[in-house]
Structures are given as structure tokens and as C-alpha cells.
């Protein structure tokens, strides 16, 4: 019998999942899975169990929860020669990924009838000094903001509670000097920041990087520029129609290999989660998880 394993966290998705964690594995259980749940109970522990099921002969493994369950989870399987199919049940505040692959959270047996037609596609990842992410990788101050983010706000206000402190961060806005290489091409100068995305939906603006594909060996990638505070409202306001790219104070290229170093501080964000600081390179893995996918 095939096994099944669901990864969830408690406190997504306004603390639904314990709810709805039976109707899950009953559906599961329909498609022949031998079907399990672990409860997340603290930092790093999605990413231990993931890696103990991959170990463990599990075909399936589940993530339930937001983005920072499914980075867990990816850091967890990326390195095993065998990696169990990939499902995935969106219930976090921004659910980029699910977005990105159509699977909408609003109605879980719609996502458990993903995971029951077998349906999977190749998925890329990018790996980022001996981390893994599967949807963006960005720096600057106002990508800080989804970490910075108290869970009980994102519980109580949902993706509002990301516009809150992204109001308190613009004041303290500042631009780096960065030297970025990208498959053998060079930028030098100030940016005030940068987004590496695997998919076009990031931050729940599905519009940012529209050309993103997960599965093209390519990443997608944005540099702001040193502008002022207004310029990067305004650019904000173009980016929810996707005519951010013409301006001329950003800058938009593809590539499978970038190394960013900056002269100064600058945090990493990983879909969602604090990832370290600069320096880094970011090396496309091309369609090397198998994912469940409408």
C-alpha cells in the first residue's frame, strides 16, 4: 500500500487545519494511501519530518499550511536521491505558490480532489547557499516585512496585517551598493532591492513577474533601483496590472545562475522566511520536485 504523509501546521490558515485534518485523510485513504498527519510544533520541524518520511519510503508527502511550511518542507526532501511526490494544501496568508500552480484554498475538497486525481508536474527550485526555495528568493528592507510579521497579526488580520508593516518599513528605506552576476552578464550599483522568483505570483501580486514559469529552468528577476519612497509606491501601484517593468527605475532579466554580494548588511528572505544575508548564489534546480497539480 502506498503511504501518505500530512505535514500541517496548526495556526495557518486561522487555525483551520485541525478541523479539517480528518476529512483529509479519509480522502486520502479513498485513493488507496496508507495516510498519516504530524503536527508542526515549532521552527525546523516540518522540514525533520519531511526529510524522516522521504527517508522512510513515504510516496507522498503533504505540506499544510503557508509559504513557510512549504519552504520547510522543500529544505527537507530537496536533498534526498529519492524524493516522494509533492501535494500540497494552501493555508497560510499569502499562498503564492498555490496560486502560481492554480490551487485555490477555499475549498478543501477541491484541493483534496487535486491530490486525488494523481495528477503531477515537474516543479524547479532554486538553491541558495546550501538552502532551498521553491517560489522567491529577495533582499532590501521591505521584503523583510513577511518575517517580521507577528503570527497572531497574520491569524487576526490575514494579508492585511503584511500592509501594516509594510507602511512602517518604507520610512526606513535605504539603497545598497550590490554587484550582481547573472549567467555571465554584470550589474554594479545602488538598488534599494531585488526578487529571484520561480512563479509569477509573489506577495499575492500575480502580476510582478508575469513571464515566470515553474518549470522553465529559468528564474526571473527584478532590481529596483535607488529611487525615493514615491517612486516605490508608484511602482508598487503599476506592479497590481503588470506595468511595473517599463519603468525606468526597474530592471528585469531571466537567468538560471545569479551571485549577488552587497558592501553592506542585506538580509535574504526565502519564500517568506529569513534566509540568512548576503553574499549568495542562486542556482536554478530544473524540475526537480514532483508536484501535485491541478
Known amino acids: 500500500m502506498k503511504k501518505a504523509r500530512v505535514i500541517y501546521n496548526p495556526t495557518s490558515g486561522k487555525e483551520q487545519m485541525k478541523k479539517q485534518l480528518p476529512y483529509i485523510l479519509n480522502r486520502l485513504e479513498e485513493q488507496g494511501y496508507e495516510a498519516s498527519a504530524h503536527m508542526t510544533k515549532r521552527e525546523g520541524c516540518a522540514k525533520e519530518e519531511a526529510n524522516r518520511a522521504g527517508r522512510n519510503g513515504f510516496d507522498v508527502v503533504i505540506a499544510a499550511g503557508g509559504d513557510g511550511t512549504i519552504f520547510e518542507v522543500i529544505n527537507g526532501l530537496a536533498e534526498l536521491k529519492k524524493r516522494p511526490k509533492l501535494g500540497l494544501i494552501p493555508a497560510g496568508t499569502t499562498n503564492d505558490l498555490a496560486r502560481a500552480l492554480g490551487i485555490r484554498g477555499n475549498s478543501i475538497e477541491r484541493v483534496c480532489d487535486i491530490l486525488s486525481t494523481g495528477n503531477s508536474n515537474p516543479i524547479d527550485i532554486g538553491k541558495v ?44 528605506l535605504k539603497p545598497k551598493k550590490v554587484k550582481i552576476e547573472y549567467d555571465g552578464k554584470l550589474f554594479e550599483g545602488e538598488i534599494m532591492m531585488f526578487l529571484i522568483a520561480n512563479t509569477n505570483s ?30 516605490i509606491v508608484r511602482i508598487g501601484t503599476q506592479a497590481l496590472n503588470g506595468e511595473h517593468l517599463h519603468h525606468n527605475k ?3 532579466v531571466q537567468a538560471n545562475r545569479i551571485k549577488i554580494e552587497a558592501d553592506s548588511d542585506m538580509q535574504l528572505n526565502l519564500d517568506g522566511e529569513y534566509g540568512g544575508k548576503l553574499p549568495a548564489e542562486f542556482v536554478n534546480l530544473h524540475r526537480h520536485v514532483e508536484m501535485f497539480c491541478p
Open 250 to 252: 526597474v530592471m528585469y
Open 129 to 172: 547557499n546550501n538552502q532551498y526555495f521553491i517560489n522567491i528568493a529577495a533582499g532590501g528592507k521591505l521584503t523583510e516585512l513577511t518575517y517580521d510579521t507577528p503570527s497572531k497579526l497574520k491569524t487576526m488580520m490575514g494579508h492585511l496585517a503584511y500592509y501594516v508593516k509594510g507602511v512602517e518599513k518604507l520610512g526606513s
Open 202 to 231: 509573489v506577495g499575492g501580486f500575480e502580476k510582478l513577474l508575469p513571464n515566470a514559469s515553474y518549470n522553465d529552468g529559468m528564474f526571473d528577476m527584478i532590481i529596483i533601483k535607488k529611487t525615493n519612497v514615491a517612486e
